[in-house]
């Protein structure tokens, strides 16, 4: 489709103005929000059936792609590709109250946090210590203030005291 000689200046017009507008900061910086995670919606786990121990399973496959299921906890076992693997309480975590099993196909033993945080102090990678050590260092710092301020205070009630005391007095 041809443009007509009308179209053709109106586009024109309007690509100037935009990058008029885009020179000038005029045009406001729209940031796209990241898209939240869902999990599929025929897999998530209700309240109720979370009750009745069903448990929504990311099931890692050897390719890297994820499936999810959901299915139903019986003797701490679950039953994924006819293989009995490992559902303790340790091994479900919970993403917005929905009871998640992290499952490699590779593996009986589920993905367990558990584990893998106490792997973290043998590590030597756990960031606990740097959240210690940072919080440390910022009740230090507001400690200090607090006490700086609470004396200045206390000088500024002593000046005013005397102030007054003299002005009553007739001093001044």
């Keep these: 489709m041809e443009e007509t000689g009308l179209n ?38 209700r309240p109720r059936q979370a009750m009745k121990d069903y448990v929504t399973i990311m099931k890692l496959n050897e390719n ?11 003797d701490q076992t679950v039953n994924v590709d006819g293989i009995p693997r490992l ?7 919970h993403w917005k109250k929905n009871p ?13 946090p558990h584990k893998e ?6 590590k030597d990678n756990n960031s606990i210590g740097w959240r210690l050590l940072i919080n440390a260092m910022g009740t ?9 301020g609470g004396w200045g205070w206390l000088v500024g009630l002593i000046v005013l005291a ?11």
Excluded: M
């Excluded at 998640?100 to 367990?112: A, D, G, K, Y």
């Design 87 to 93: 559902a303790t309480p340790q091994h479900i975590i």
């Design 8 to 45: 053709k200046k109106i586009k024109e017009v309007i690509e100037e103005v935009l990058k008029e507008k885009e020179s000038n900061g005029e045009l406001p910086v729209v940031e796209k929000k990241p898209k939240e995670f869902k999990i599929p919606f025929f897999k998530r786990v």
């Design 117 to 122: 945080y106490v792997n973290s102090f043998s």
């Design 100 to 112: 998640i099993l992290i499952l490699p196909t590779w593996s009986v033993e589920p993905f367990c």
């Design 140 to 148: 230090d710092s507001a400690s200090l203030k607090k006490k700086i």
């Design 64 to 74: 890297g792609s994820v499936d999810f299921i959901k299915d139903k906890i019986q």
């Design 162 to 172: 005397i102030v007054g005391f003299a002005v009553i007095k007739g001093g001044f």
